[in-house]
């Protein structure tokens, strides 16, 4: 359903330009690639559900997560959440070393100060790569950060 949307978003952006593929060329083609995937995928669940099931599984057990997995998921998509809402306002630098602050420890590391040594250099790096190097202005935010 997210690739429809997806495919639905960026057919409505040019596919070409004088330069050949525009804006909505490569995020048309790769949702409908994801569409087809996602497709497959059901689709072969649906066939044969015991043999996509974990071996755990018994009987009617639900194949969706649970405890921590659950709690590893939610993390991440409030995350991303959180970015999608604040990176205008906060700017890009800022939201991505929280965002790595928060998804980190949730995918299991625990060296804090690796964390965030690393929260750190991805935010100032990916930032420095994309404005100085591509010339692709990200949002600064109201603290100009």
Same mark, same amino acid.
Request: with cysteine.
């Given at each position: ?42 689709? @072969?669940? @649906? @066939? ?31 995350? &991303?959440?959180?970015?999608? &809402? ?23 590391? @625990? ?35």
């Amino acid at each position: 359903m997210l690739f429809a949307l997806w495919a639905h978003q960026s057919w409505r952006l040019s596919l070409t330009d004088a330069l050949g593929p525009g804006p909505g060329f490569f995020p048309f083609w790769l949702s409908l690639i994801g569409v087809a995937l996602s497709i497959a995928l059901i689709a @072969r669940t @649906r @066939r044969n559900p015991a043999a996509h099931a974990p071996a755990a599984l018994t009987g009617g057990d639900s194949v969706l997560p649970r405890g921590a997995a659950l709690r590893q998921i939610l993390i991440i998509l409030g995350a &991303l959440a959180g970015v999608a &809402l604040l990176l205008e306002t906060l700017g890009f630098r800022l939201v991505m070393a929280v965002f790595c602050l928060l998804v980190l420890p949730a995918l299991g590391a @625990r060296n804090w100060l690796v964390i965030a040594i690393f929260a750190a250099a991805a935010s100032i790096g990916v930032n420095a790569v994309f404005s100085d190097l591509l010339k692709v202005p990200l949002p600064v935010g109201v603290f100009e950060i």
